[in-house]
Every structure is written in structure tokens, then in C-alpha cells.
């Protein structure tokens, strides 16, 4: 008959799409660990972190410098092309005389070594300090980030594979069935009917095979441009769903909170931000305060018409001491300055307090979103089961004669669903399982026990 023959060649075309579209043997096997490896390698943002984290530390080296001795030699040469000349009047007549030389050479040593600088110099350091530990939080947020980003992409590929998976048993199903009823047919115990839903069948479940295809390659090409890999290189996903995280028995919801609080960058940053502001507060609060430096100068000098000095035309002088600055009035510039400090360490301070109601809010929503998709994960896992004995029993219900096609075409279509669901329910559970260690600040730092806020 014609349309047993076009639906034969049918099954063969769709059989030969899906063997098409499996991944070549040259696929590259790309590993979870190695992706995290290649985007954190590759990542624009995550190098300008490491930059100002580098800045950081150079600027901790400036800070240092105000507590070392500040060591200059100077050296100038003068040519004096008209030598001034003074007047005077004696009672031999006016008199004149011309001061100088026309070659004059000149050299200075000085040393200034801070002793006190109310208290400028501490504040500084402590700055200094601080914002190094500041710009190490901000790179930890930022990989945090991108291991969010990758980890994410990675099950979303891992998805359209496991959906791609679903659909060719699906159209094995479906094939299978087909054969089944062609030879019921042949033998006159089912009705054309039958036999063309069956065909019907066959050519929905290629329609979907084609459009789960298009999405692993969608998801494909979205994965490597996440993690830096050229978008003609042909990968392959090795790996499972994460199942798992040490978060969900490491005690109650307080305590998860607790160590968000302490662990997430954000929080950490803001702390440190209400510490710098902080000690501004004694920068400027120190300008108001006397100073006190040690100072050492020595000068050589000479002067001569022509220009041929030798060593014993230079003299010497040298002299030490200690310089005490003391502030008296400014035009109340440095009360200002305080005030605008001390604003500044209250905005942080409440910058700080909101962070921590993000931080618990954030916290609470991720694991509570992970023990929702916990229990839809296993109720779909029974339903997978239910499901498949649901089929099997509509199969043999109609081998015998007592069940219809339409439930046997029911029963492969509930099972279908259900796998599908089951896929994308791992998907997000691990997905969840990452935002929920990404809200507690723990997110690829397994050592989370030796970590100090």
C-alpha cells in the first residue's frame, strides 16, 4: 500500500536526521572543571578585577612611603650674563662694586624623616589596606560571577542533550509501535485507522526531534561564547546534573544566614567600604593636628668667572633640626572636611545594613527554591515510572485485543512529557543548587569551614 511505503521511507528519514545530528567522534569532550577553567582564564571582567587588585597593592606600597625617610638631591647652574652692581657714597668720592660671579654652581642634600603626622600616615595605611581587601572581595564576586554564568550554560547544554535523548527514544517508541500495528494490519486485526495515527505519530515526534536539535545548537554556540571557545569548535558535554551541595545539611536557615552574612563578597565590601570611610575620618581630622619632621640639609656652592671649578672651590654647609607645624585656623576647611567624612561613614553604615537584608532575603529565596524543586524533581521521578508502566500496560492491552491505539499514542506521548520534565527538573534543581552556594558566598571555595569573615 502507499501510505505503508511512505511511511517507511518516513521512519528511515527521521532515524537518519537524528544520526545526523549526534555530535561527530571529533567532538572535543569538554568537562565542566575545564570550561570553568577556560572562562576564568579567558574573562574580560575577572582580568580587570585581578588589574585593581594589583592597583591595590601598589597603592598599600604608597602608603608605606610616608613612614620612610624622603631622601632629594638638588644640583643647579646659574649663568649670570650682567653681575649687579651697588653704588655708595664715601667722602672720597661715590664707589662702586660688583657683587658675584658670572659661572655659579650649586648642589643640596636634604633629608626629611617624618616623626609625627597626626596620626595621617596610620590612617592611610590603614586605607590602604583596607581597599586590598576591598578589591580581593570585588575579584571574588566577579569569578563567583562567571562560575555562576558557566556552570548555568553548562546544564543548559547538558538539557538540550538529555532532550535530544528523549526524543530519539521517542521515535524509537514510535517506530516500534508503527511496526507493531503494520503487522496487526497485515493479519486484519486492526483498521487502516490504526495504522495511519500511528504513521501520524512517527512524523509529529520528527517535527520535535528537529526543533530539540536546533536547540542543542543554539545552546551550544551560546555555551562557547560564555567560556571564550571559538564558535566553529565542535564540543561535546561530559558530565551529570549536580545533585548535591553541603549546604542543605550543614544546619538550620539561621545559620545558612549567618554564613551568607559572612561569606558573600557584597557583604564583605561593604563592611571594609564602612572601615575606610572610617579611617578618612582621622585623615581629616589630622589636618588639624601639628606635625612634627626631622630635616637634614647640606650645600655645596661655588662661583668662578670662568668655567673650570676644581674641587676646592666649593664650600660647604650643613645643618639639622626639627620642624613643628601646628595648625591654628584654616577657615574652618578642615571641619568640613570631617563633616563630609563622617556623612560618608554614615551612608556606608546603612549601605551596609541594607546589603545584609539583600544577603538574607537572597538566602532564604535560594533554598527555599531548592527544597521546591527537590520535591517536584522526585514527584516527576515517579511519575517517569508511573508513566512507563502506564505504557506497557496499554501496549499489551491492545497486542491483545482489549485496548485502543489512541492509548498506546497516549501512553508514549505521557511518557515523553514526563521524561522531558524529569530533564528539565535536574536542570534546574542544579541550577539551584548553584545560586543557592552563590548566595552564601561559597560558590567554588570548597574550604568553607577555614574561611574568616
Not at 330 to 358: H, I, M, P, S, W
Amino acid at each position: 500500500m502507499t501510505y505503508i511505503f511512505f511511511s517507511r521511507w518516513l521512519c528511515r528519514i527521521g532515524f537518519l536526521f537524528l544520526v545526523l545530528g549526534l555530535p561527530k567522534a571529533h567532538a572535543r569532550p569538554m568537562t565542566l572543571e575545564e570550561s570553568l577553567q577556560h572562562a576564568l582564564s579567558h574573562n574580560a571582567d575577572l582580568q580587570i578585577a585581578r588589574e585593581d587588585l594589583h592597583k591595590s597593592r601598589l597603592q598599600l606600597r604608597q602608603g608605606l612611603a610616608d613612614f620612610f625617610p624622603q631622601f632629594d638631591i638638588t644640583l643647579q647652574y646659574t649663568r649670570n650674563h650682567l653681575l649687579p652692581t651697588f653704588f655708595f657714597d664715601t667722602p672720597a668720592g661715590q664707589q662702586q662694586f660688583t657683587v658675584g660671579a658670572h659661572n655659579n654652581l650649586s648642589g643640596a642634600v636634604g633629608i626629611r624623616q617624618p616623626l609625627f603626622s597626626g596620626g595621617k600616615s596610620f590612617a592611610g595605611l590603614r586605607i590602604a589596606r583596607l581597599f586590598e581587601a576591598f578589591s580581593m572581595e570585588r575579584a571574588r564576586a566577579v569569578r563567583q560571577e562567571v562560575h555562576t554564568q558557566v556552570e548555568t550554560a553548562f546544564y543548559d547544554l547538558l538539557l538540550t542533550w538529555e532532550l535530544v535523548r528523549v526524543n530519539k527514544l521517542s521515535v524509537a517508541r514510535a517506530r516500534a509501535n508503527f511496526r507493531r500495528v503494520e503487522k496487526l494490519r497485515e493479519a486484519g486485526r486492526v483498521s487502516d485507522y490504526d495504522l495511519l495515527r500511528a504513521q501520524v505519530q512517527v512524523a509529529e515526534l520528527r517535527t520535535d526531534s528537529i526543533r530539540s536539535e536546533n536547540a542543542r545548537v543554539l545552546a551550544a554556540l551560546s555555551f562557547k561564547n560564555q567560556i571564550g571557545l571559538a564558535p566553529g569548535e565542535t564540543i561535546a558535554p561530559q558530565g551529570t546534573f549536580r545533585r548535591e551541595t553541603d549546604l542543605l545539611s550543614r544546619g538550620t536557615e539561621a545559620e545558612l544566614i549567618d554564613l551568607a552574612t559572612r561569606m558573600r563578597p557584597l557583604a564583605r565590601q561593604r563592611r571594609l567600604e564602612v572601615e575606610m570611610r572610617q579611617s578618612a575620618e582621622t585623615v581629616a581630622q589630622s589636618e588639624s593636628r601639628p606635625t612634627l619632621d626631622l630635616i637634614v640639609n647640606g650645600q655645596w656652592q661655588a662661583q668662578k668667572n670662568e668655567f673650570d671649578f676644581a674641587k676646592g672651590d666649593f664650600r660647604q654647609s650643613w645643618f639639622s633640626g626639627v620642624t613643628l607645624k601646628i595648625p591654628i585656623f584654616d577657615g574652618f576647611r578642615t571641619r568640613a572636611k570631617v563633616a563630609q567624612a563622617r556623612t560618608d561613614t554614615r551612608r556606608a553604615e546603612l549601605a551596609r545594613k541594607q546589603t545584609e537584608r539583600d544577603v538574607r532575603f537572597t538566602l532564604v529565596q535560594a533554598r527555599r527554591n531548592v527544597l521546591e524543586i527537590l520535591a517536584r524533581k522526585r514527584a516527576q521521578m515517579q511519575a517517569v515510572d508511573l508513566a512507563r508502566q502506564g505504557l506497557k500496560i496499554a501496549e499489551s492491552r491492545y497486542e491483545n485485543g482489549v485496548g485502543t491505539q489512541l492509548e498506546v499514542i497516549d501512553g508514549q506521548l505521557t511518557l515523553r512529557r514526563a521524561e522531558a520534565e524529569l530533564a528539565r527538573a535536574k536542570r534546574d534543581f542544579a541550577v539551584a543548587l548553584v545560586h543557592l552556594e552563590r548566595g552564601a558566598g561559597i560558590l567554588g571555595e570548597p574550604n568553607i569551614s577555614k574561611d574568616k569573615p
